[in-house]
């Protein structure tokens, strides 16, 4: 199967730090990934879309200085959430593109700042 | 432009009773429909797609282009059914799915 993983799956910080997460394809490789966020019982919102060698692509109203993400291989992707400010607690998906239109999702990291 | 609705946020049924969750797209070309599947605590997962007409768990979605519909049903509910829907629309390309706000399904026993 497809299978993704994220790391970590929980992380507590102050506000002001800048905390990674990081999306792998375990196996199978990924040329797109996927970044949403969810707030709790709410749909999936999309935030960017990571292309790998190239700069992502984010979706109006996401600040793309805050949100920062890198592609750097075929099976990895990660976001920084630099200064992260209490607002920005929430629950961080990546999904990643295997073939054709099929995505398959990450566990899920939940964020939160202090 | 590409929009998914699901007009019911919660839908309660008890078991054993029919279930339909519904979905509706706008989109100008040839659609790929999906329906992804949350259950509590545990990831978004593929629950079928309309290409793979197929049947999962019991359910099953076909879709209306006439409609431009996708709707999810099930003869029988089970209570291991309770779980989000999501109805995903996909583009071509680099395009991201598309996903509709989701519905709460709630079986009672």
């Known amino acids: 199967g497809a299978v993704v993983s994220q790391h970590p799956s929980r992380v507590i910080c102050k506000s002001g730090t800048s905390v990674k997460i990081e999306c792998r394809s375990l196996d199978f490789q990924a040329t797109t990934m996927f970044w949403y966020r969810q707030f709790p019982k709410q749909s999936l919102m999309l935030m960017a879309t990571?292309?790998?060698?190239?700069?992502?692509?984010?979706e109006q109203g996401v600040e793309k200085d805050k949100f920062l993400i890198n592609h750097a291989s075929l099976t990895l992707s990660t976001l920084t959430v630099t200064s992260a400010h209490p607002e920005d607690s929430s629950f961080y998906i990546c999904s990643a593109r295997r073939q054709g239109n099929e995505q398959f999702f990450g566990p899920g990291t939940r964020l939160t700042v202090l | 432009a590409q929009r998914v609705t699901q007009p019911e946020k919660l839908l309660s049924v008890f078991k054993g009773a029919p279930v339909e969750l519904k979905c509706n797209y706008s989109y100008s070309g040839s659609p790929e429909l999906f329906w992804y599947v949350q259950y509590s605590r545990q990831r978004l997962q593929l629950l079928l797609r309309h290409i793979s007409r197929e049947s999962i768990k019991g359910f099953t979605a076909d879709l209306n282009k006439g409609e431009t519909s996708f709707h999810l049903k099930k003869p029988f509910a089970q209570e291991e059914d309770s779980a989000m829907y999501y109805c995903a629309l996909g583009g071509s390309g680099n395009t991201p799915l598309v996903f509709g706000k989701g519905t709460r399904l709630s079986v009672i026993a």
């Open positions: 990571s292309n790998e060698g190239s700069k992502a692509t984010y």
